[in-house]
């Protein structure tokens, strides 16, 4: 039956066929989405010794995460677009088999220019896997498989955040630092061929593609990218003082507005609004933002705070994410799959959320002589939000769409999920260093020279230097007491990082509180058969 106007305006209609093997689709779904976070972890856990390994400045190295994450964004919203009209496996077939063989080259090229070009390209074709694994869910995979597809693709950020921290270390202190890029080598045709057996083959759709909304797609894109790339850079080269910074930011501000007033006047818009009218869905999206950024205390706050105070490299903080961070998940994830069977999501997420807000207060009681082990609660509840929030929150947004608008869907969840994740990583280094400096200026008000008890600490400091001659045990003393308060700061800034984060988890829970009971469907819960009973006689219920 042909679209209406109406219809077509709304976006392309997205239809598959069942997967003859949902199993290996599934695997597809895991294998994609681990890759494309491990991926992601890269150019932060492991730049420092990227930055050795290819003989880069500081600078270099931060334009090389910049550009590898920033590639990803780019790409990431059209994927949906892309695999409703060339098909899944044309999608992810063939950039998996590019990717490997750009991931097997890169860490051969000495040459800068080369470098940040194969890392585009990497991060372009990293960009296409966590997309389209979700529309393997989404057109492939019977509904009844969409709860456990959706866990595997939900759990992953939590689960290769908590690993990679270990992989990396792993792979730079015994494999070497090249298999930070070689995994995929292995991996990624591996995910091609559970695409190819667990997805049905497809032809093209050549109406689709005579109507690409081409410049909607590349303005969201590029639009997105340089936000992100100005806001990553940002906090390095002092923001508002920085040209190249706010021509990113502003630059990027027009072409998103240029797609909003492209799919306005488009007549087959890509990713139409409409698909955002419906209240539910709206404010589903807005918890999805709020959730990559109370994670943040998990991916960024424990491991940095450990990095940057406890002066642990990341394989050694990386056990304690691992221990009490990632393998819990095998247990919670399906946890979580049964109380979503049997009860209303919002009162999961409502856990989740709670979870990340008990973990956050109890980082606020952070100080320095905490270790790795005085993590390890933290480190447990924040697993329990990862198992119980995204999940319940995708299953709620789903529960209230057309799934036929997959395409246009799946395009303002990539940008809530990948765009919203790193997007909040790079305002958070900028919070802490902020915040940094706000507490090593209160702090320095106190230590005057001059100070009794200034003078006494230092006379004390220098006894310890003694032996390296009066005027070097003065200069080491100060030095020492310098450091001694940058540490003090350090530390209240994560408070204030933790606080940050125990907010937003707070008005994510307000944010869930507005959204209603989605309509009845194939994603609905089915209770309990105490409660079901319960529900069937109201009058014994009342009594």
Known sequence: MPENNDDRRSGPVSRGDVARYPFFAVVAVLLGAFLANFDSRLTTIGLPDLRGAFSLTFDEGAWLSTAAIGSQIFVAPAVAWLATVFGLRRVLGIPSLVYAVVSLTIPFVRDYTTLIA?????????????????MIILRNLPIRWWIPGIAMYSIRVGFALDSSSSLVGFYVEHLGWQWLYWQGVVIAPLMGLMVYLGTPSEPVNRDLLHHADWGGMLLLGA???????????????????????????????????GFMINEMVAPRPWAHFNVLFSRNIGLSLIVILLYTLTSLSNSSLVPNFLGAVGALRPEQSGVLLFTYGALPMFVLVPISILLLRHLDPRIVVVLGFS???????????????????DFVGIVLLTSVGQAFTLLPIIIMALSNSDPSRATAFAAYIQIMRLGGAEIGVALMGTWLRVREQIHSNYLGQHVQN???????????????????????????????????????????????????????AIAALFIVALITRAPQGPLSPVPLGFIRNVLRKPGAAAS
């Open 450 to 504: 001059g100070d009794v008890d200034v003078v006494n600490l230092l006379k004390r400091l220098a006894g310890e230097f003694s032996g390296h001659g009066l005027g070097a045990a003065m200069a080491r003393a100060v030095g020492r007491l310098a450091a001694l308060v940058q540490r003090e700061a350090n530390t209240l800034a994560y408070i204030d990082g933790f606080w940050l984060c125990f907010w937003l």
């Open 223 to 257: 639009g997105v990218a340089m936000v992100y790339a100005g806001l990553d850079q940002g906090n390095r080269l002092d923001w508002l003082s920085s040209g190249t910074v706010m021509a990113l930011l502003i630059g990027g501000g027009l072409l998103i507005i």
């Open 118 to 134: 194969l890392s585009i390209a990497h991060g372009m074709l990293l960009g296409t896997f966590v997309p389209a694994t979700l």
């Open 355 to 373: 979870a990340f807000a008990a973990a956050n207060l109890w980082g606020t009681q952070l100080s320095h002589v905490w270790a790795r082990e």
